[in-house]
């Protein structure tokens, strides 16, 4: 082969990259980086705890959503800048059930197979100034009943059987908040380190 039909291999080949790679550098560039909420935008169980290191490690392949049972995998899209396509849940659509079906399908070191008590979503936190059973308005107990940690993720005060209590073992799966009967949802997940950091408005402090 001549120099210049080695030139022409190597453009084209070349090209072909270019051209393989480019809807991945346009689907960054359409969807720009929006800040996520604060509240209730809850990372998959087992996930790396930098979010740069997440979004490097996920490739977007979406098993995680597929073998989800409560199919509470939502994914970035058009909000995600670098991290589109990436996954995470919003429990006042639908909560996580640990199941850590997951953790066990990802290919990569995005979500790593944990211990259901090791692992760590997030937080909830409530508002005493909205719960029902806090502010008297009815009795509930939806959150403490649905949770799947019982009383060492959340239960009851002392000496008051329906105003629930966040503990130390809350995992951040988010099945409270999707069951609570208020309409403005007066129990929502944090990052922990958040919720040490500050007293949430009306609400408890987390541990």
């Known amino acids: 082969?001549?120099?210049?039909?080695?030139?022409?291999?190597?453009?084209?080949?070349?090209?072909?990259?270019?051209?393989?790679?480019?809807?991945?550098?346009?689907?960054?560039?359409?969807?720009?980086?929006?800040?996520?909420?604060?509240?209730?935008?809850?990372?998959l169980p087992g996930?790396?705890?930098?979010?740069?290191?997440?979004?490097?490690?996920?490739?977007?392949?979406?098993l995680c959503g597929e073998v989800c049972p409560p199919r509470?995998?939502?994914f970035h899209r058009r909000d995600g800048g670098g991290a589109v396509n990436t996954p995470y849940i919003d429990p006042t659509d639908r909560a996580c059930i640990l199941c850590g079906k997951c953790m066990a399908a990802c290919p990569t070191?995005?979500?790593?197979?944990?211990?259901?008590?090791?692992?760590?979503?997030?937080?909830a936190v409530i508002d005493r100034m909205a719960c029902y059973p806090w502010v008297d308005r009815g009795?509930?107990?939806?959150?403490?009943?649905?949770?799947?940690?019982?009383?060492?993720?959340?239960?009851?005060?002392?000496?008051?059987?329906?105003?629930?209590?966040?503990?130390?073992?809350?995992?951040?799966?988010?099945?409270?908040?999707?069951?609570c009967p208020h309409p403005s949802r007066p129990i929502w997940i944090v990052d922990r380190a958040l919720a040490r950091a500050a007293r949430m408005p009306g609400g408890e402090k987390a541990s």
């Open 72 to 74: 509470c995998v939502r």
């Open 139 to 179: 009795v509930c107990g939806a959150c403490v009943s649905v949770c799947p940690l019982g009383e060492r993720a959340i239960g009851f005060a002392f000496a008051n059987m329906y105003r629930p209590v966040v503990a130390d073992g809350c995992v951040g799966c988010g099945l409270c908040v999707e069951v």
């Open 1 to 43: 082969m001549n120099r210049r039909g080695f030139l022409q291999r190597a453009m084209a080949g070349g090209t072909v990259v270019a051209c393989a790679g480019a809807p991945y550098g346009l689907s960054a560039m359409l969807a720009p980086a929006v800040k996520p909420p604060v509240r209730n935008h809850v990372p």
């Open 109 to 123: 070191e995005a979500l790593t197979p944990t211990p259901i008590h090791e692992i760590d979503m997030g937080v």
């Open 47 to 62: 996930a790396l705890r930098d979010a740069s290191a997440f979004a490097e490690a996920c490739i977007g392949c979406a």
